[in-house]
């Protein structure tokens, strides 16, 4: 079975080809605040798509953006006396710490905007040049026209939305957004034809992703961006490029606290440092990791607990199975029950990385597993092997001892 993929674009699944190097491009965290669970919810799900296509022979190129310019930023550095820059890349550093503690693979590339500026700029200059963009007060608009060029991810005609809304400001369509913009005052700001200012939000990503990758064929992040953050990006990418984005678009659910989509703006995170500091790295992985990437994760701190009994429950088989390995032949039940696991978990991770059933797929391979009386050493070989493939996919090693954590209230913080 090949390996396929839900696209949000085409709200479809379909089989995955590349004929080279797979370029992944994610969309990384505004650092203005430390990391919380919704950021690991996002990049442990992509970190398993990453591993699974590598797994599967892909050789990946891995890139993740960090914002670090933003108004968001700003007014929180100026609200601590300290400087933007200097604040994100703090909080930058404490983001890569906290994936590693979580078995993230470092991307190949973190690329920031405030090392990018030139890029976007040249971007900017181009739209310009071609008559697809326009000063206007100091800031420069992509001319979005009737907004046709939105809706391909969203599947929602904005157009009728915003059929009698007059464009706000300078722009000239209500679609139309900056991709430059004018200084604000006591803001950070960069040199420009237009004058001095900064990057909008949206053409960020397209000038790291195309200097880092060129043409991108797995464009991730959360649902929360499809409108209007990647609809914008794909709208810079047609009238710069003349083409869609990306060739696949994937989208994880959410993190939620009490049904409602965890995040920094609303006010109701849970740092992930607190909860590192509760619970292994692994079983916090795990927990996230065995849910679909697409399905919404309750956060609940019990899910721990359990996770770690669990995997407490598969280690344990696997160290049992390993201590009764005496048998001077083969076994073919334990080889069979090795080999459908395999094919059980591939086959739910080939249909559209369902780590779920992957995952429950190991536990009952774990039950099975712990009836077994002797098995031989040729047998113990074949079962470890494969144990370690399917652990370096979710990126959990499943023959180390676990210490199951005592449950312990985490509460969320502003």
């Known amino acids: 079975m090949a390996l396929r993929i839900y696209n949000t674009r085409t709200r479809r699944k379909a089989a995955f080809r590349s004929a080279g190097p797979v370029r992944m491009y994610v969309c990384g965290p505004t650092v203005y605040a430390p990391s919380h669970m919704g950021h690991a919810r996002s990049y442990v799900a992509f970190d398993v798509v990453r591993r699974y296509l590598e797994f599967l022979g892909h050789p990946v190129r891995y890139v993740v953006n960090i914002t670090d310019v933003e108004d968001t930023i700003t007014n929180?550095?100026?609200?601590r006396r300290e400087r933007p820059l200097a604040m994100a890349a703090r909080y930058a550093r404490e983001f890569l710490e906290d994936m590693a503690a979580l078995g993230v693979k470092p991307a190949d590339?973190?690329?920031?905007?405030s090392e990018h500026v030139p890029d976007i700029v040249a971007v900017g200059k181009d739209l310009v040049a071609a008559g697809k963009a326009y000063v206007a007060d100091r800031s420069?608009?992509?001319?979005t026209g009737d907004g046709g060029a939105f809706g391909p991810l969203s599947h929602v005609d904005v157009r009728e939305?915003?059929?009698?809304d007059a464009p706000a400001g300078?722009?000239?369509?209500?679609?139309?957004f900056a991709i430059w913009r004018r200084p604000k005052p006591r803001g950070l700001a960069w040199g420009s034809p237009w004058g001095p200012g900064t990057p909008g939000w949206h053409i960020e990503c397209y000038a790291m992703a195309r200097k880092h990758l060129g043409e991108v064929d797995i464009h991730g992040g959360?649902?929360?961006l499809i409108?209007?953050?990647?609809e914008s990006e794909n709208a810079i990418s047609r009238a710069h490029a003349g083409a869609d984005y990306a060739k696949v678009w994937m989208h994880n659910g959410w993190l939620t606290l009490e049904t409602e989509k965890m995040s920094k703006s609303l006010g109701n995170v849970v740092p992930l440092r607190d909860v590192l500091a509760a619970y292994p790295g692994d079983v916090v992985r795990l927990c996230l990791a065995k849910v679909h990437y697409r399905e919404d994760v309750e956060y609940d701190r019990d899910c721990f607990t359990k996770t770690a009994k669990e995997l407490e429950t598969i280690r344990g088989a696997v160290a049992h199975a390993s201590g009764v390995a005496t048998a001077k032949r083969s076994n073919p039940a334990v080889r069979k029950l090795v080999d459908r696991t395999r094919a059980k978990f591939l086959a739910a991770m080939d249909n559209d990385f369902d780590t779920n059933t992957a995952f429950y797929a190991l536990l009952?391979?774990?039950?099975?597993?712990n009836g077994v009386r002797r098995i031989s050493r040729s047998d113990r070989d074949h079962m470890i092997a494969a144990v370690g493939d399917l652990g370096r996919i979710f990126g959990i090693g499943f023959d180390r001892p676990v210490r199951v954590p005592v449950s312990r209230p985490l509460r969320s913080s502003s």
């Not at 939305?161 to 009698?164: G, P, Q, R, S």
């Not at 722009?171 to 139309?176: C, G, I, S, T, V």
């Not at 409108?227 to 990647?230: I, K, S």
């Open 364 to 369: 009952q391979f774990a039950e099975a597993l």
């Open 109 to 113: 590339a973190n690329p920031r905007v």
């Open 222 to 224: 959360g649902r929360d």
């Open 170 to 176: 300078p722009r000239r369509h209500p679609l139309d």
């Open 140 to 143: 420069v608009y992509l001319d």
């Open 76 to 79: 929180r550095a100026r609200e």
């Open 161 to 164: 939305a915003l059929a009698d």
């Open 227 to 230: 409108y209007p953050h990647h």
